[in-house]
């Protein structure tokens, strides 16, 4: 008899505490200017340093407040070489040649993922990752309301500068650059910060641009279709190499790659395709919600290979964006 008592005590109990406790509620979080996934470059970058590092993601944001990504990082700490995409140029007014990419880039298996929470205050994201860095981004409206533009704008882990774009273009789908070679190019608009040092001074600096079209504005589609590439100055002195291809076979995936070498420097190296040390830039494409292609977030992954003498004075690395 006193089992059952006490039985019938605690569910009475239980009732009435389910009557005037308050319900626990998942309050659905605000996405960033209502997209789900953000292409995100970001750098800590010092002019004075030899340790400067790049991180291209993909964000994914969910309803409950929680941020996933996906991300590639280089760091002049850590010496990779670059690497062969897989995909030949052909045809495409540039030299015949497999297109290079910052060694990682190429397979799907050298990234990295982080998981954590993020908030929304009027224009302002805040990212929280769940090892403790944080991260704070600007939003800005673009394309009527169909793309998110972002800006880094601090972080707890020095990080410096940062370019982003996001919509609710699902990650598997990409536009094919074929389709791109006829693009107004004078409307992709080139901003970036990238570290460097020139040929007439050995200091690192911050090289920064913004405001002016990507330095090539005509790209000519190659053979075989799934790239495509060009040169400046006619193939005459000075011209440089660019090629545009995906990081690996074209299927399911916005990773693309810029390659761009001096004409000049092949040459005196007596070879066709330049082996030394070229450009690598890891893209993402950035299309709106409506599969509309904008262009490429990015970062610059170009470390020494093939100047010994030089060590990290002989990297280029930075972040970078094409946008229209």
């Known amino acids: 008899m006193r089992r059952r008592f006490t039985a019938l005590a605690l569910f009475v109990i239980a009732a009435v505490a389910a009557t005037f406790l308050p319900a626990t509620t998942v309050h659905a979080a605000e996405l960033p200017l209502g997209k789900a996934r953000f292409t995100i470059a970001v750098g800590g970058l010092k002019a004075g340093s ?79 990752w769940n090892g403790g860095q944080t991260e704070d981004w600007t939003l800005t409206s673009k394309a009527g309301g169909a793309l998110a533009n ?93 090629y545009i291809s995906p990081a690996r076979s074209p299927i399911g995936h916005r990773r693309d790659t810029l390659w761009g070498w001096r004409l000049q420097h092949a040459i005196d190296r007596g070879e066709y395709c330049y082996s030394g040390n070229s450009h690598v830039k890891p893209m993402l494409q950035a299309i709106d919600d409506n599969g509309t292609f904008h262009g490429w977030i990015g970062v610059e992954g170009s470390l020494n290979q093939t100047s010994p003498d030089q060590g990290a004075l002989a990297d280029d690395i930075g972040v970078f964006r094409i946008l229209d």
């Open 50 to 128: 030899t340790k400067n590092w790049v991180r291209l993601g993909q964000y994914t944001f969910s309803a409950d407040g929680k941020v996933s990504e996906t991300h590639w990082h280089w760091s002049q700490t850590k010496r990779v070489t670059r690497a062969s995409t897989g995909i030949k140029a052909s045809g495409c007014t540039a030299r015949d040649c497999y297109v290079q990419t910052a060694g990682g880039y190429q397979s799907t298996a050298a990234s990295s993922t982080l998981t954590g929470t993020y908030s929304v205050s009027g224009d302002r994201l805040h990212v929280a």
């Open 150 to 242: 972002a800006e880094i704008a601090g972080s707890n882990y020095g990080a410096t500068h940062g370019f982003g774009a996001g919509s609710n273009w699902a990650w598997d789908k990409r536009v094919p650059l074929a389709s791109l070679a006829g693009t107004d190019w004078s409307k992709m608009i080139h901003r970036y910060y990238l570290w460097k040092t020139s040929e007439v001074s050995a200091d690192p600096y911050i090289d920064h641009g913004d405001g002016s079209p990507f330095w090539l504005q005509n790209w000519k589609k190659c053979t075989e279709g799934s790239c495509i590439g060009g040169e400046t100055n006619g193939g005459g002195a000075g011209a440089t190499e660019y």
